[in-house]
DNA sequence: CTGTAAAGTTAAGCATGCTTAACTAAAAGG
DNA sequence: CCTTTTAGTTAAGCATGCTTAACTTTACAG
């Protein structure tokens, strides 16, 4: 009971620092590279779930096909993305990163894990560890938590 | 050596989790509340960090002042934020939120942490309690590097 | 007191993202 | 086949955020 409570609070503490942080960063990387918001978030989906087609960037973003079609276009126009027709649908087509695109996405993630430098030096190896582990335990939980949604969806 | 590159590991890939499920959340509450992400994210500040100037709001979203000022505008206007003369300067503004400003920061950080619930009810006591511990030193350490940065400016 | 710097505002103009509406082309169902 | 759905595009129009430039008011330094 009273674990649970802790474990929320810990949790929504680190939200909210980590938030603010994170986000300026992102817009920064993305405005240096002369991408907006959401045609750099665009780029992520597709280096972090692979290729997929437009009906998911409608999805995904919650916009109307036609948005999802012009945001992908610039992206197809400055070399960022392919997109391509789908084989086993002649309507659909598939995104997909190209080099370019792709090198821009771990660049971006190379920035942005900076500042983890800093609050790895200002850490006891000891506390490393448990982070390490307590991160771990996170993240598969999260990621079961999705998996199990994508599912009922289907 | 070896834990700090599993450190690393670990926090990168909670980053990668964390900010896919958490930026689209925050976009959609805001649009929900009829806001825009950079006017939602000055009432984030001001409810995190306290009263500031006009000033402040240039330097944090690196804009022009002329942007801060319509940025605000339409916060003021909306009844979410105060802007009333600082007594030490009366060239400066000072920026405060209404009770509505931060019943509405409130309900926002709410609906974000039901996701923390879900992940909560899959983990054990004992996992949660790592977790809490974990993000404790996560979070003091965060908050210590930005001190320091502060201070650096200053 | 006077000139300069600092804090903010306003207006004009541009880029972007988004929407609706009208369209093309391919798939699917009868 | 022929109709209806589905996937996607294009164009027109609106709201927003942002910038630069010109301005007001207050603080501060000589």
């Given at each position: ?90 309507r659909a087509k ?34 490393k560890a448990k ?24």
């Open positions: 009971m009273t674990k649970s409570l802790q474990f929320n609070q810990s949790v929504r503490a680190w939200m909210d620092v980590f938030m603010q942080r994170s986000m300026s960063g992102w817009k920064l990387f993305a405005k240096s590279c002369g991408l907006s918001m959401p045609q750099f978030s665009i780029l992520m989906q597709l280096h972090h779930k692979g290729a997929f087609s437009m009906s998911e960037v409608r999805e995904r973003f919650e916009i109307t096909a036609a948005a999802a079609s012009q945001l992908v276009d610039k992206l197809v126009q400055n070399g960022f993305v392919l997109r391509e027709e789908d084989p086993n649908d002649r598939l995104l997909n990163l190209t080099d370019k695109g792709r090198d821009l996405v771990q660049r971006g993630a190379q920035e942005r894990y900076h500042w983890i430098d800093g609050i790895s030096a200002r850490l006891s190896e000891a506390d982070v390490s582990v307590a991160l771990g335990i996170l993240t598969e939980a999260v990621q079961a938590l999705e998996q199990e949604r994508d599912v009922q969806k289907a």
